[in-house]
């Protein structure tokens, strides 16, 4: 058994149209209403059964908190919130192949529409309005969620990649889906001692535009409510460490930080582009 939570922040600032950088003047120029910051804050709290040497079961809860600036075309500044649990995920892990120092890992899970999609705040426009897509806790639908990964290790260096998506099933409630997402990442650690280690990652993800609409949600009004204004594609470069414990009560525990910066942005906007991330977890292991 092993027990993880993690904490991530993102933060957001200013508006992007595929690689340009855009200001308020522009994106009010075709809107009523531009985003201009938004936090992100993730707690995900995950249990880990190992059923066997090639098969794991993995249970997460994500709770969010985020928050988006906005400016108006009349000056005015006003900022909307929204929290709670997310989507809840469950996945396997088995191992396909593992010789020597190499392996390669099936991953396969479905996403559950337990998050909320119809999260509302007050706004210039008047009282409990609704939130556009990115303000939403949830999808609102079922999702897959299939990967491979890759590991390899020495003594003191380990690598590997994975690929991996999230596939939605059908449209929600409120008539949209969520656009799919598609992940790679590739690795590389060094271990230093026994108890730390450091790494290196780069990580890309391309984003579908939403599918449907929230008939709500008026495109016109702000480019968050605008579902062809979701997708894009992003490549991040992140660096970690890893502390673990080697004796007494936290012998094999471990602390890990991992700070990233987006080195590449296109997105289908205007949409407010990523500045950068910040993720510290514990894991205790039984």
Do not use: C
Not at 270 to 286: A, I, K
Request: net charge negative; charged share 20%; hydrophobic share 35%.
């Amino acid at each position: 058994w092993s027990i993880t939570y993690q904490f991530m922040h993102m933060a957001m600032d200013d508006n992007r149209s595929g690689t340009d950088t855009l200001d308020d003047a522009e994106v009010l120029a075709d809107f009523m209403v531009a985003p201009t910051r938004m936090t992100m804050d993730m707690h995900m709290a995950s249990v880990m059964y190992g059923w066997s040497k090639s098969l794991s079961f993995m249970a997460m809860v994500p709770y969010y908190d985020k928050e988006m600036d906005h400016i108006n075309r009349a000056g005015v500044r006003f900022t909307t919130k929204s929290k709670g649990v997310g989507d809840v995920a469950l996945k396997g892990v088995y191992g396909l192949y593992q010789r020597q120092n190499h392996n390669v890992l099936l991953n396969a899970g479905v996403s559950l529409p337990t998050g909320s999609i119809d999260e509302k705040d007050d706004t210039p426009t008047g009282p409990n309005q609704q939130l556009p897509y990115p303000m939403q806790i949830g999808s609102g639908t079922f999702d897959l969620l299939p990967g491979l990964t890759y590991r390899g290790h020495t003594s003191d260096f380990s690598w590997g990649g994975q690929v991996g998506a999230t596939i939605r099933l059908g449209r929600n409630d409120n008539s949209y889906a969520l656009g799919n997402r598609y992940r790679t990442t590739t690795w590389g650690a060094r271990k230093w001692a026994d108890w730390i280690s450091t790494s290196l990652r780069v990580a890309a993800e391309v984003v579908d535009n939403v599918d449907g609409a929230d008939p709500v949600l008026n495109p016109a009004m702000v480019p968050t409510a605008d579902p062809n204004r979701r997708g894009g594609t992003r490549v991040d470069i992140l660096g970690g460490v890893n502390l673990i414990g080697t004796a007494g009560v936290a012998r094999g525990q471990r602390l890990f930080i991992e700070f990233g910066i987006p080195i590449y942005q296109n997105l289908d906007g205007p949409q407010l582009e990523t500045d950068w991330l910040l993720t510290v977890g514990l894991q205790f292991r039984f």
